[in-house]
């Protein structure tokens, strides 16, 4: 069974940083597309970076720049180091596997960026 277990989030300051990790069950994390995406109080739940079996990375625009999403194949784990944290920024964050049409989820991790 697949299994997603955020860590990393917290409250930080404006300007600061936090390293966002999901650790991954089992052996099919090789294969899988990872992604985070997150999710602001009334707001649908959007896209920030993916990162495919092979690499490639792709982010949205209002994290170009600040965000950087990688994947450790040897702790099965990947990470989204954020950056020059802004307000807008305050969501639960969610980690996501997905394989052609089936996704997994994790439980999620708040990140609330204030002074």
């Known amino acids: 069974q697949v299994q997603l277990v955020e860590s990393g989030g917290g409250l930080v300051q404006p300007g600061g940083s936090l390293r966002l990790s999901c650790a991954a069950s089992?052996?099919?994390?090789?294969?899988?597309?990872m992604a985070w995406y997150r999710q602001a109080p009334g707001n649908e739940r959007d896209l920030v970076a993916t990162?495919?079996?092979?690499?490639?990375?792709n982010y949205a625009d209002s994290v170009k720049g600040r965000f950087t999403i990688s994947r450790d194949y040897a702790k099965n784990t990947v990470y989204l180091q954020m950056n020059s944290l802004k307000p807008e920024d305050t969501a639960v964050y969610y980690c996501?596997?997905?394989?052609?049409?089936?996704?997994?989820w994790g439980q999620g991790t708040q990140v609330t960026v204030s002074s």
């Open positions: 996501n596997a997905r394989l052609g049409m089936v996704n997994y």
């Open positions: 089992g052996s099919w994390f090789r294969v899988y597309a």
């Open positions: 990162v495919t079996p092979t690499g490639s990375t």
